[in-house]
């Protein structure tokens, strides 16, 4: 059931309507104020909606950065799995020899 959670951005007080946790709500609006007030810093004379943009594409450019070390981390993972599946068969094919 959704209802309506108060979070301050910027100095500006949303109600936004959902079904996830309050806490979760505050934790990404905390997040999303944060990079806004980085992004401000660089240059206070930037317009809310521009600030609003600005922080968008930073968000999304480390989201991007996550996902692409995400990729390498399971290209890693599955090369590690198929040297163990070799080293195993491996000894497995040492231990037939030497019965």
Known sequence: MKRSVEVMIHGQSFRLRTEANDAYVRDLAGHVDNVMQRVNRGSSSLAMDRLAIMAA???????????????????????????????????????????
Do not use: A, G, P
């Open 57 to 99: 594409l930073q968000i999304t450019d480390s989201m991007f950065q996550m996902e692409q070390q995400s990729e390498k981390d399971k290209q890693i993972s599955v090369s590690i799995d198929e040297r163990i599946t070799r080293l195993i068969d491996h000894c497995d094919t040492l231990l037939f020899e030497s019965k």
